[in-house]
């Protein structure tokens, strides 16, 4: 079972980097309007929530247990890895300071707000394709930020779910000689792996995220807090063009 579980989430990987790759390659050459970034959000958020339904079924249904994969109260564990635990619990604090900051400036300080709007207009006509597409692709208007958001919140929820709470537990199963941390590193891996239609960057940059949130996801048994550190990484996106200017 544990074979075949691992099997079905290497193919799962496989489509999803396929279909990102297959989106961003239909966007290329074209002029991104609100509709289009706005369509590309809801396929994202059907893709996450389904993602995320399926792989809660076979939680539910299959040998696993919610609180086996992720679903339980915070539990810093101590152990043989502490100072990497302790590493893991401070560079993720860092980064949530850093996001919380990215939106705050955005949100109460109009220079810095024009600031980062002209740079992503500038990446957004020059550079490589899939520079141009995916910064292409970063909320403008009020509209398309109400959607960005409930996106980048499915995306928190049921990314981790897949990728965190099911993945490792699979791969622990199917690996048990093997440190989980390790598995962790793998499972990131994985993360930016199916992020392939961001382009090299994309993956590099998600790839490190999902190996220090896997890293969170092992060092405090839970998922809770690799949902809300997922979630401001992505929302702080949604805080990098000024609304309604600067439209591609």
Known sequence: MDIIL?????????????????????LKGNELSEEKRIQRYRFSFLWNV????????????GPATLEETGFRPLRFLQ????????????????LSAV???QIA??????????????QIKEKTH??????RVVNGLIPRTRREKGYFTVTALAAGICEEIVFRGFLLYVLIRTF?????????????????????????????KTGLLGI?????????????????????????????????????
């Open 176 to 204: 048990p000689e093997l440190s989980p941390f390790l598995l962790a590193a793998l499972a990131g891996a994985c993360f930016g792996a199916a992020h392939f239609y961001q382009g090299i960057k994309g993956v590099i």
């Open 79 to 94: 152990g043989s890895h502490r100072y990497l635990m302790f590493g893991t619990w401070i560079l993720c604090g860092l």
């Open 212 to 248: 220090l949130l896997g890293f969170l996801y092992i060092s405090t048994g839970s998922l809770y807090l690799c949902m809300a550190v997922h979630f401001l990484f992505d929302i702080s996106a949604a805080f990098l063009c000024e609304e309604d200017k600067y439209e591609v």
């Open 126 to 131: 020059s550079g490589k394709v899939y520079d």
């Open 50 to 61: 389904v993602s995320g339904g399926v792989v809660m079924l076979l939680i539910v249904m």
């Open 105 to 118: 400036a955005f949100l109460i300080n109009p220079s810095y707000r024009g600031s980062v709007s002209k």
């Open 99 to 101: 996001f919380i900051f």
């Open 6 to 26: 691992f099997a079905g989430i290497i193919v799962y990987l496989i489509i999803t980097a396929y279909t990102g790759y297959a989106a961003i390659e239909k």
